[in-house]
């Protein structure tokens, strides 16, 4: 059973918790904020004190808090063709070529046919749009397999049980 001391809500919100049913002498510091104290429905606590509300899953839904899932891909379905482009267009070789073949569209002050530009353009572009679609179906796939793994929760009736991460 957990013992929570008393905290002064003013004060810097560090809380001691002190685990009984551990071996040894350990004490654990949580940092809380003031707004992560819910008191609502807790009568029987006053401004200095709060009940920390650990591994309870409705109460962290219902406070919409943080998930572990992991995002290290940059592009969805509907994303991918504008950030791509954007991202290509920031480069200035890429700005370069579109700058040059806008202007080969005007046949008052060109010479050459735009797709002498627009064809070296467009394979750069389709290149570095295929490499990147790759790289980002390797992350989405990455990110799916660490997702999934199993993690193990060390609870004091279980010493050890799988969850889905």
Do not use: C
Not at 95 to 110: D, E
């Amino acid at each position: 059973m957990a013992e929570t001391l008393p905290v002064d809500l003013d004060a810097p919100n560090h809380l001691l918790v002190d685990d009984a049913d551990s071996k040894g002498d350990t004490l654990e510091t949580i940092t809380i904020t003031k707004d992560e104290v819910d008191t609502t429905g807790d009568d029987d606590l006053n401004e200095t004190s709060w009940i920390v509300k650990a591994n309870q899953i409705e109460y962290s839904i219902r406070r919409n808090y943080a998930t572990n899932v992991i995002s290290t891909s940059k592009y969805t379905l509907i994303t991918f063709i504008p950030k791509n482009l954007f991202i290509q267009f920031t480069r200035v070789a890429n700005l370069y070529f579109l700058i040059l073949l806008i202007l080969q569209v005007i046949p008052q002050i060109t010479s050459l046919t735009p797709i002498t530009t627009a064809i070296p353009l467009l394979l750069v572009l389709g290149i570095t749009a295929i490499k990147d679609l790759y790289d980002d179906i390797k992350r989405h796939q990455s990110d799916n397999t660490v997702n999934n793994r199993t993690a193990y929760v060390v609870e004091p009736a279980n010493p050890r049980t799988a969850v889905p991460w």
